[in-house]
Nanobody, 131 residues
């Protein structure tokens, strides 16, 4: 199984970035997929999940990104994406895509996604937002 993120970089506050993640060796279309982010010295934060097509592609967003970020999936291309708008300096982090073994992720605030629920991870892509 391999997950590969791309699209990271630097942006000014208020700007936008899109992060794609390509999955291979894994029937990603059957499973809930997620985006996490991590700042050095802090725990990895689950910010968005999307269920499988068969489970209606339901989504979850952490309060920290709700209304600004959008997760989507293209099962024909085995990719998920994270569209990040109106970015702020506190969004600066390493961003990771992750794959689960479940078709549905049942997260709701304050029970946000936890890393242990996701066996497969990308290598991460750095996003830096300057003020």
């Amino acid at each position: 199984v391999q997950l590969v993120e791309a699209g990271g970089g630097s942006v000014q506050a208020g700007g936008s970035l899109r992060l794609p993640c390509a999955a291979s060796g894994y029937a990603a279309e059957r499973y809930c997929l997620a985006w996490f982010r991590q700042v050095p010295g802090k725990k990895r934060e689950g910010i968005a999940t999307i269920n499988s097509q068969d489970d209606g592609r339901g989504t979850f967003y952490a309060d920290s990104v709700k209304g600004r970020f959008t997760i989507s999936r293209d099962d024909a291309e085995s990719t998920i994406s994270l569209q990040m708008n109106n970015q702020q300096p506190e969004d600066t982090a390493m961003y990771y895509c992750a794959g689960s073994r479940r078709s549905t992720c049942n997260y709701y605030t304050p029970y946000d996604p936890v890393p242990n629920d996701f066996p497969w991870w990308g290598q991460g892509t750095q996003v830096t937002v300057s003020s």
